[in-house]
C-alpha cells in the first residue's frame, strides 16, 4: 500500500542555517504530495504541497519539489528561525477518498 | 474564515466514564476525519466521513469507539467505557473534494487524559 517514510529527527540545527528534511514515497497511481507543519499545542497546518511530477512547492521560505523518478519530496529552507521549530509530516493522497497517508513526523529544534 | 473548530480543548475523566468530543468541520468541506496521536503510536486515522455517511472505520480501535455525523457542519466521536490506553490529542480535519491535491484542514485538537 500507500506509505510515506521521513527521515527520523529530532534535527537540532542553529539559527540560520541550512534546512533538509528528507521524504520519500510509495504509491500507485499519481498522489498528491504535501508538507504539514505541527507547533506545540496546536493542529497541523498546510506548509506547501505539490500535484505533479516537477512541481514545487514553496511557502515562508520552505520549498519542495516533486520528484516523480526518486520518488521524493524532501523540505528545504535556506534559513531556519527559532520560530520554525516544530514537527513537519510529509503526506500523500491516497488514490481514492480524500485520505492522506503521514510519515512519522520530523522533529525540528532550532538553538539561537 | 472560521477554521475547524473542536471542544473541549482539553478533558480529564476517570476511566469508565463517557467521553464525547466534538467537531465542526468547515462549512462546504464534505470530508470529515477523525485521526488520534500519541507518542509511541504518531498520528493515526480513526475514521472518516464524506457526505456525512462513513467510508471507512477500519482505524477505529474497538468497540468502545464510535463516530457519527449527523448533519454536514456537526460530528462526534465517542469512546465508552473510557480507559487509561486512550488517553492522546485527537483531532477532527476536514476537506473539499473538488480538484486534485486538496488538503486537510485541522482543527487544534482536543487533549484528552483517563485517569
Known amino acids: 500500500g500507500d506509505s510515506v517514510t521521513q527521515m527520523e529527527g529530532p534535527v537540532t540545527l542553529s539559527e540560520e542555517a541550512f534546512l533538509t528534511i528528507n521524504c520519500t514515497y510509495t504509491?500507485?497511481?499519481?498522489?498528491?504530495l504535501f508538507w504539514y507543519v505541527q507547533y506545540p499545542g496546536e493542529g497541523l497546518q498546510l506548509l506547501l504541497k505539490?500535484?505533479?511530477?516537477?512541481d514545487k512547492g514553496s511557502n515562508k521560505g520552505f520549498e519542495a519539489t516533486y520528484r516523480k523518478e526518486t520518488t521524493s519530496f524532501h523540505l528545504e529552507k535556506g534559513s531556519v528561525q527559532v520560530s520554525d521549530s516544530a514537527v513537519y509530516f510529509c503526506a500523500l493522497s491516497a488514490e481514492y477518498g480524500n485520505k492522506l497517508v503521514f510519515g512519522a513526523g520530523t522533529i525540528l529544534r532550532v538553538k539561537s | 474564515d472560521a477554521g475547524v473548530i473542536q471542544s473541549p480543548r482539553h478533558e480529564v475523566t476517570e476511566m469508565g466514564q463517557e467521553v464525547t468530543l466534538r467537531c465542526k468541520p468547515i462549512s462546504g468541506h464534505d470530508y470529515l476525519f477523525w485521526y488520534r496521536q500519541t507518542m509511541m503510536r504518531g498520528l493515526e486515522l480513526l475514521i472518516y466521513?464524506?457526505?456525512?455517511?462513513?467510508?471507512?472505520d477500519s482505524g477505529m480501535p474497538e468497540d468502545r469507539f464510535s463516530a457519527k455525523m449527523p448533519n454536514a457542519s456537526f460530528s462526534t466521536l465517542k469512546i465508552q467505557p473510557s480507559e487509561p490506553r486512550d488517553s492522546a490529542v485527537y483531532f477532527c480535519a476536514s476537506s473539499w473534494s473538488s480538484g486534485d491535491g486538496q488538503p486537510q484542514h485541522f482543527g487544534d485538537g482536543t487533549r484528552l487524559s483517563i485517569l
Open positions: 466521513f464524506n457526505n456525512n455517511v462513513p467510508i471507512d
Open positions: 505539490a500535484t505533479k511530477a516537477d
Open positions: 504509491a500507485t497511481g499519481y498522489p498528491s
